[in-house]
């Protein structure tokens, strides 16, 4: 199995990234191919700025990408209730080359935030989205206080509770 995984964050430090490099780990004898956001920069989405250039090429790479694996993990940063610009903007340059982006693939979202919130709200954005961009929702997941809930000597979760629902959820693309 070839799977995707990004955090939806352009953060050097991201803890979405922590998180989903720990959840990609446990899908035993997968190939994982880890992307950052920050190798997909683009302009700012809009339509005046598609007539001007085109799709551009490192667009046309990320959905290529999507469209190599066989499955997705996904890990949702949170700002202001909803997605980081890095992200939205390269979803809608994606979705511009291809409207059904997720193309039919098993996807597992994830969030995680410092606080108790665990990025839940931009969590249930992305959950309610999936269906209108043909993605297949296998589990979502959000993992509160992810500093009080994160063994970073050992990367993974030190909350067993928690670990036992990331290991469901990931199962789920098997």
Not at 24 to 34: F, P, R, T, W
Not at 130 to 140: E, K, V
Request: glycine letters at 6%; a negative charge; proline letters at 5%.
């Amino acid at each position: 199995m070839n799977v995707l995984a990004f955090a939806a964050s352009s953060s050097t430090q991201s803890i979405n990234k922590k998180l989903v490099r720990y959840a990609a780990s446990l899908l035993e004898g997968a190939q994982v191919q880890l992307l950052d956001l920050n190798d997909y920069e683009l302009p700012l989405f809009s339509v005046d700025k598609e007539k001007e250039i085109g799709k551009p090429q490192l667009a046309q790479d990320f959905v290529a990408k999507i469209g190599a694996c066989d499955a997705l993990i996904i890990s949702f940063a949170e700002h202001n209730g909803t997605y980081t610009a890095a992200y939205k903007n390269l979803f809608d340059w994606g979705s511009r080359i291809n409207k059904e982006i997720y193309q039919d693939k098993p996807i597992v979202l994830l969030a995680t935030s410092p606080g108790p919130g665990g990025a839940g709200k931009v969590l249930e954005v992305a959950v309610n989205s999936i269906p209108h961009f043909n993605g297949d929702l296998r589990a979502s997941l959000s993992i509160p206080s992810f500093h009080q809930n994160f063994d970073p000597d050992n990367n993974s979760l030190s909350n067993s509770a928690l670990n036992d629902e990331l290991i469901a959820a990931i199962s789920s693309l098997q």
